[in-house]
T-cell receptor, first 115, second 115 residues
Framework: GQQLNQSPQSMFIQEGEDVSMNCTSS?????WLWYKQDPGEGPVLLIA?????ELTSNGRLTAQFGITRKDSFLNISASIPSDVGIYFC???????????????FGQGTILTVHP | GAVVSQHPSWVICKSGTSVKIECRSL??????MFWYRQFPKQSLMLMAT?????????EQGVEKDKFLINHASLTLSTLTVTSAHPEDSSFYIC???????????FGSGTQLSVL
């Protein structure tokens, strides 16, 4: 099946530093999503991107939908300890417009922030 | 925001027994729910798509007779792991799609440990 390549796999940074992670795909997605997952919890949506080239911000988070629709990146500025967690990208490609929920996830980026 | 409740949060069972996991949309109707499985330090893998009032659609490699899915109402889908074995131990997460909106909402997950 489809796979998303997410990198880096893990990051260890100091509080206050900026973080960047990205996802690439061999196929096109119509929607790119970025989620954060805390241990033992379900993923929580951070940012959704619906148009190629779209750049969207949510507080300290910024994400972009690549022009080719095969990639996306997420930036976190001025990281804080509560940013710790696993970040997943996900591609969404509605089939026939009837269901939007089938997601393909990247492998995840484990973020550790040192105070 | 919309809430998806998943129950139980964790369950320990003996090998050979069956376990039922519930996924409820608390404040919206969900014609479609999705079931994912996540092994430690890995990504979420879609197992099946559950549509209210019809049979679930399983992803390739997922045994439909082992992972029974029932979506009897617009607010409830259940996943039953039949004759569980230790290799079925995993984190199971559901998500629900609103009827009139393309947004997805995830449950908080169920950690299954089979002894």
């Amino acid at each position: 099946g489809q796979q998303l390549n997410q990198s880096p796999q893990s990051m260890f940074i100091q509080e206050g530093e900026d973080v960047s992670m990205n996802c690439t795909s061999s196929s096109i997605f119509n929607t790119w999503l970025w989620y954060k997952q805390d241990p033992g919890e379900g993923p929580v949506l951070l940012i959704a991107l619906y148009k190629a080239g779209e750049l969207t911000s949510n507080g300290r988070l910024t994400a972009q939908f690549g022009i080719t629709r095969k990639d996306s990146f997420l930036n976190i500025s001025a990281s804080i300890p509560s940013d710790v967690g696993i970040y997943f990208c996900a591609g969404q490609n509605p089939a026939g417009g009837t269901s939007y929920g089938k997601l393909t996830f990247g492998q995840g980026t484990i973020l550790t922030v040192h105070p | 925001g919309a809430v998806v409740s998943q129950h139980p949060s964790w369950v320990i069972c003996k090998s050979g027994t069956s376990v039922k996991i519930e996924c409820r949309s608390l404040d919206f109707q969900a014609t479609t729910m999705f079931w994912y499985r996540q092994f430690p330090k890995q990504s979420l893998m879609l197992m099946a798509t559950s549509n209210e009032g019809s049979k679930a659609t399983y992803e390739q490699g997922v045994e439909k007779d082992k992972f029974l899915i029932n979506h009897a109402s617009l607010t409830l889908s259940t996943l039953t792991v039949t004759s569980a074995h230790p290799e079925d131990s995993s984190f199971y997460i559901c998500s629900a799609e609103r009827v009139t909106n393309e947004k997805l909402f995830f449950g908080s997950g169920t950690q299954l440990s089979v002894l």
